[in-house]
């Protein structure tokens, strides 16, 4: 599925009209597996290098304290790059977010533990073999990229996540473009260039780097190393020209995003606003200075690959002895039992449309009186980002909602909503997925929603509804979700009460559809479809990779 156009010396050719419908797997067309995976991948690249490059990287199990329990990750992207990684082997470049590159010991009297480069021996842009994960298979490095203190502030939560974040999503929040933390993120981008360079050196390297937190590292890869190859996938929406014009320095970004062979994103329509930007940017900096445009040599794809999960991971997650015991547990503390239960899983994200979500199930509340004592609605909202304000007043915000809702409705016996903010394992989440009547994602703007995904691939049962916002990339391949506008509070509602009186026939209808769309399109294909697109790009190459 997607759109595909090359973006040569600065025009636009090439346009390969997208692909709607996605077949089904089928003996000419198998599904992709971890297995097969690794052999295209062997099979294309060899011997060669795999780096991939990221904010953040994963953490070995041992090292999970501060993330969710049960040590998985409370990420999509990082969700959606285990399994990838673990077939690919190579190197995992990133920043660890709890390990500053100190020795355990050194660590310990640290308190904090986040890369600081602060006079115990670590510079900022240093760079460590952290560890090596021996348990996957093929093995792959962690190598960490230090960060300081001040220029992690300024490149993560300020310029990325105050700025790139909300201006990527039209969520209404205004992003802050501060040139303090714009110079912070580039000269993180050069430290995670160095990093990549030293690790391509004298190799025939395959680059993939991940997100908006690094938009300017292909050009700066290019700019030493031409003849690297090097993808990106950017797993946030890509903004109208208009909104996009807001950000101050949004030409540089994106003459660092042409410097990938081939960027990716999730949906066809985010590739058509940056083609849309490409052009645009390109004519004025024509009109502005004729000879100053793309590099002539440098050729971009850009294509839709729309990333998804490990279905038979979590199948297999679902049908464990571990999330039958989980179920009961969930039901014996909330005391579930013959409740009719909805559910929600997110980061706490102003983009997930939580508190629209909260003010359905009270308008819900309002119109069926007689579910007093009948519904529970369990949502878990991680906190995340909490450095920020605005994240912290949402959680607030959230639970003084759900309080009064509670309040106005609940009683001494009974709660309608469950909410908890702390990390779970993610049998926990396995299990309220396979307990639940129907499943609620509000967001009002997401690249892709792997909730949604992950939802139904624990319905091994075939029951279960999916509540979805139009405005997430899902939506786009998981038709036989009920789909919502969050912003219409009274069209969840509606779809809340119209999946509590589906029958089991009509929910097995859609979630089989669901089921095999995912099946089809699994993390594995996403994958694949890299390593393919790469393999035709260096096929067109004049000259072959190093
Ligand atoms: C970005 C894009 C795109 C949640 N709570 C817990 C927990 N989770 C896991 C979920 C899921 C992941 O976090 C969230 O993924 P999403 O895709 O829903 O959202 P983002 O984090 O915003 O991801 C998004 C994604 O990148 C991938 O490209 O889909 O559009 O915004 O996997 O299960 N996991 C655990 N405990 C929790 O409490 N273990």
């Avoid at 994963?58 to 999509?76: I, L, N, R, W, Y």
Wanted: charged residues 20%; proline residues 5%.
């Amino acid at each position: 599925m997607g759109q595909e156009r090359k973006l040569d010396g600065g025009d636009l050719t090439g346009l390969l009209l997208p692909q709607q419908n996605l077949a089904l797997a089928s003996p000419s067309n198998p599904s992709w597996t971890r297995e097969r995976l690794q052999a295209l991948i062997k099979s294309t690249f060899g011997q060669r290098r795999v780096v991939i490059v990221a904010n953040r990287r994963p953490q070995p199990a041992s090292q999970t304290e501060a993330g969710a329990a049960g040590g998985q990750p409370v990420s999509g992207l990082l969700s959606a790059l285990i399994p990838l990684i673990e077939v690919s082997g190579g190197t995992w470049i990133g920043h660890d977010d709890n390990d500053n590159g100190l020795t355990a010991a050194q660590a310990k009297g640290n308190g904090n533990g986040r890369g600081k480069g602060n006079g115990n021996g670590q510079a900022n842009g240093q760079i460590n073999r952290q560890a090596i994960a021996a348990t996957s298979s093929p093995p792959y490095q962690l190598r960490n990229v230090v960060i300081q203190a001040q220029d992690y502030e300024g490149y993560y939560n300020g310029f990325s996540n105050q700025g790139l974040w909300p201006l990527c999503h039209i969520t209404y929040t205004e992003p802050q473009f501060k040139s303090a933390d714009w110079h912070a993120y580039r000269r993180v981008n050069q430290h995670f260039a160095q990093a990549v360079l030293e690790e391509t050196k004298g190799h025939r390297a395959i680059v993939f780097i991940q997100d908006y937190h690094l938009s300017l590292l292909a050009g700066l890869l290019k700019q030493k190393q031409p003849d690297l190859l090097v993808a990106h996938f950017w797993h946030i929406p890509w903004p109208h020209l208009d909104q996009l014009r807001t950000c101050p320095f949004h030409q540089e970004i994106i003459t660092g995003l042409l410097g990938n062979d081939l960027l990716g994103f999730q949906t066809a329509d985010h590739c058509a606003n940056f083609l849309e930007s490409v052009k645009r940017n390109q004519s004025r900096q024509r009109s502005q200075n004729p000879k100053q445009i793309a590099p002539e040599s440098q050729t971009t794809t850009v294509k839709a690959f729309p990333i998804s999960i490990d279905i038979r991971a979590h199948e297999d997650l679902a049908t464990s002895e571990a999330a039958i015991k989980a179920m009961a547990k969930w039901r014996d503390k909330h005391q579930l039992h013959n409740k009719i239960i909805g559910i929600g899983i997110e980061r706490l994200d102003y983009t997930k449309g939580l508190l629209q979500k909260m003010q359905a199930i009270e308008i819900l509340l309002g119109k069926r009186p007689d579910l007093g004592g009948h519904f529970v609605f369990i949502q878990l909202a991680i906190r995340s980002r909490c450095q920020q304000r605005s994240y912290r007043e949402l959680g607030d915000q959230l639970n003084q909602l759900v309080n009064k809702i509670n309040q106005r409705h609940g009683n001494k016996e009974w709660m309608p909503i469950i909410l908890q903010l702390d990390p779970h394992d993610q049998i926990d989440l396995v299990a309220i997925e396979r307990l639940a009547k129907f499943c609620v994602v509000s967001s009002l703007h997401d690249g892709m929603n792997l909730v949604a995904k992950e939802f139904c691939a624990a319905r091994i049962d075939n029951q279960g509804v999916l509540i979805l916002s139009e405005f997430t990339g899902s939506a786009q391949e998981l038709s036989g979700a009920l789909m919502i506008n969050p912003f219409a509070i009274d069209s969840i509602a509606d779809a809340m009460l119209q999946a509590i009186a589906m029958d089991p026939q009509e929910e097995a209808r859609r979630m089989i559809a669901m089921r095999n769309t995912i099946s089809h399109q699994n993390i594995f294909r996403w994958g694949a479809d890299i390593v393919q697109a790469l393999k035709s790009i260096e096929g067109t190459r004049k000259q072959p990779c190093p």
